[in-house]
């Protein structure tokens, strides 16, 4: 996971590689991504967790180009890599994990994808899935674009999460913020029909921009009410309740030292 402006969190800064654009299929220049990939070398700890659990957490996608990337072919065969049908739940940008992990051992009749570029985070969510057991957990490594895209069934997910994404606080990155009305079609896209898309941010600027996306897309209705527009009250009328599925993480905590509120979103695919 990475803090705002794609920091990464207690490594070297020796050990970073910061990427902000990923090259398109066929050499067709580059796409702006909502990510700074920012890893560590692999560490025996890590090492041993791939061995002992990979092959039954890690999910192996043709790639495009880029370490991230889905070729345009692969699909998921959910029946197939779950080996049973059951209802689907993603969370992109996982972090460590914390979601998934509580959302497979609160529903064992879900199934549980994870999605994440920051390889020691997934590391460390794929200890604390294989140590649990979580037979109904699968881990991807790869940018949400093009698993919403076509890697995805369309209608496939019963319920899409983005918990804290990176804000990008600085005015000129704001246009590498995942929440767009590009990316809400595509998760339209993926969203059955009655689905829910669950957000959350610290950030009030990227609420505003959330709800005025959100608000105003015809795929999605507020589950909560409300109306968008700026100024808008991160406490008030259209934010959810906190989701009791997303657990209280450091980052989080940190958000609300600094003084920052937390807005959760719920909103449905019609």
Known sequence: ??????????LDAQERSVGVAEPLPGGRGRRIVSFA????????????????????????VDRAEARTSVAPSARLDAGAVFGRVAPLVVEI???????????AEAHPDW????????RPGLWDMLRKVGSRGLDNVRLLEADAVPVCET????????????????PWPKKRHHKRR?????FARLAARVIEPGGLWRLATDWSDYGEQMRE???????????HGGSGGSGYDAVGAGAAPRF?????TRFERRGIAEGREILDLTYRRV
């Not at 009791?244 to 209280?248: C, V």
């Open 111 to 118: 199934n549980v994808l994870g999605v994440e570029v920051y």
């Open 244 to 248: 009791e599925g997303r657990p209280l």
């Open 213 to 223: 996306v959100l608000d105003g897309s015809s795929e999605f209705v507020n589950v």
């Open 1 to 10: 996971m990475t803090e705002p402006g794609g920091r990464s969190v207690g």
């Open 178 to 182: 995942l929440v767009s009305p590009a």
């Open 151 to 166: 890697w995805l069934p369309e209608g496939s997910v019963r319920e899409l999460w983005t918990f804290f994404p990176d």
């Open 37 to 60: 990939r920012t890893d560590a070398r692999l560490q025996p700890k890590d090492a041993r967790a791939i061995e002992r659990y990979g092959s039954a957490h890690l999910l192996d």
């Open 93 to 103: 940008g996982c972090g460590s994990g914390d979601a998934v992990v509580a959302a």
